[in-house]
């Protein structure tokens, strides 16, 4: 059964940097790919950035250059790396894993089968 946990969420103010950090226990196959969501009260959960075919990285337009998603295999966990937080990006934060391979795009919800519980980020201005 894999499980997915986030950590590392917290208040931060603009300009100001947080790093998300979600651990996978089970059995995941390294080409599939993982990524990172997020979603505001009363709107729908967005793609943030994926980690896909064993190392290529993709990001939203919004993300501009700001985050880095990256992966430790050994410890089985998953980074996103925030810089130059801005107010619109507090959200909540989700990690998420594909199961099997298909043909849906990174920043397809129905692409992920795992997802963890959320990690809240807040940034005041």
């Known amino acids: 059964q894999v499980q997915l946990m986030e950590s590392g969420g917290g208040s931060v103010q603009a300009g100001g940097s947080l790093r998300l950090s979600c651990e996978i226990s089970g059995f995941l196959d390294n080409r599939l790919c993982k990524a990172w969501f997020r979603q505001e009260p009363g709107k729908e959960r967005e793609g943030v950035a994926g980690?896909?075919?064993?190392?290529?990285?993709l990001y939203a337009d919004f993300v501009e250059g700001r985050f880095t998603i990256s992966q430790d295999n050994a410890k089985n966990t998953l980074y996103l790396q925030m810089d130059s937080l801005k107010p619109e990006d507090t959200a909540m934060y989700y990690c998420a894993a594909q199961s099997v391979g298909d043909y849906e795009p990174w920043y397809s919800l129905q692409k992920y089968a795992y997802w963890g519980q959320g990690a809240q980020v807040t940034v005041s201005s």
């Open positions: 980690l896909c075919l064993a190392g290529a990285t």
